[in-house]
């Protein structure tokens, strides 16, 4: 009897462990995305493939279009404080309006771009909430780098955020003959003294491990 009942109980036992063990594992929560509910800084890495720097100065004769390409950009920000670091670079040598003497003198004249091969944004706050889904709609502020003198500026940018990816798209001034640049127009054409810069920018998004 004695060996019946202990058979019993260990029956009963392994039961009890079976169901208890299955409970808790359809009970656990989903393990959750690598950026819910994070109070780490976040590294966005930007892909120049995805990404474009475009511009537009105007003048009495016509609009000029042209582009610049991405050397390399990373942004890294915390959520909860709005503290931003990191680089976006843009080679100025790239310039590009489809013009070969109009670029020439953009190059040798305006940027001097032998000199000063490179453009840098410096990221230094985010204004605003970031989601880490979905759209959102913030304020970048920074310094921005060009020919040789340093900038504060401040761009709206509209993210998405899916998964580990993600874009940005920004619109804002550069007043370059304020900022010391030379005024490229003359008796017959005259140049607006500010251009129109507009980044459509794409990468990866992950926490960073630091």
């Given at each position: 009897?004695?060996i019946m009942g202990w058979k019993a109980w260990s029956v009963t036992a392994g039961a009890i462990a079976g169901i208890a063990v299955f409970l808790s594992a359809t009970a656990a929560p989903p393990r959750p995305q690598v950026l819910q509910a994070s109070t780490q800084e976040l590294v966005f890495s930007l892909d120049q493939s995805?990404?474009?720097?475009?511009?537009?100065?105007?003048?009495?004769?016509?609009?000029?279009?042209?582009?610049?390409?991405?050397?390399?950009?990373?942004?890294?920000?915390?959520?909860?404080?709005?503290?931003?670091?990191?680089?976006?670079?843009?080679?100025?040598?790239?310039?590009?309006?489809?013009?070969?003497?109009?670029?020439?003198?953009?190059?040798?004249?305006?940027?001097?771009?032998?000199?000063?091969?490179?453009?840098?944004?410096?990221?230094?706050?985010?204004?605003?909430?970031?989601?880490?889904?979905?759209?959102?709609?913030?304020?970048?502020?920074?310094?921005?780098?060009?020919?040789?003198?340093?900038?504060?500026?401040?761009?709206?940018?509209?993210?998405?955020?899916?998964?580990?990816?993600?874009?940005?798209?920004?619109?804002?001034?550069?007043?370059?003959?304020?900022?010391?640049?030379?005024?490229?127009?003359?008796?017959?054409?005259?140049?607006?003294?500010?251009?129109?810069?507009?980044?459509?920018?794409?990468?990866?998004?992950?926490?960073?491990?630091?």
């Amino acid at each position: 009897m004695r060996i019946m009942g202990w058979k019993a109980w260990s029956v009963t036992a392994g039961a009890i462990a079976g169901i208890a063990v299955f409970l808790s594992a359809t009970a656990a929560p989903p393990r959750p995305q690598v950026l819910q509910a994070s109070t780490q800084e976040l590294v966005f890495s930007l892909d120049q493939s995805q990404s474009k720097v475009h511009y537009m100065v105007d003048s009495t004769l016509h609009a000029v279009h042209g582009t610049f390409n991405l050397k390399s950009g990373i942004l890294r920000i915390d959520p909860t404080t709005g503290k931003a670091s990191g680089e976006i670079i843009v080679y100025a040598t790239s310039g590009d309006s489809n013009n070969s003497s109009r670029d020439e003198k953009m190059h040798k004249v305006v940027l001097e771009s032998s000199k000063y091969s490179e453009i840098v944004f410096s990221p230094t706050l985010l204004d605003g909430k970031l989601a880490l889904s979905g759209p959102s709609d913030v304020k970048l502020h920074g310094m921005l780098s060009l020919h040789g003198g340093d900038h504060d500026l401040i761009v709206p940018v509209h993210a998405e955020i899916a998964g580990d990816q993600w874009k940005g798209s920004t619109k804002f001034q550069v007043p370059y003959i304020q900022w010391g640049l030379k005024d490229p127009s003359n008796f017959l054409l005259k140049v607006k003294p500010t251009v129109e810069v507009e980044l459509e920018l794409a990468g990866s998004l992950k926490p960073s491990r630091s």
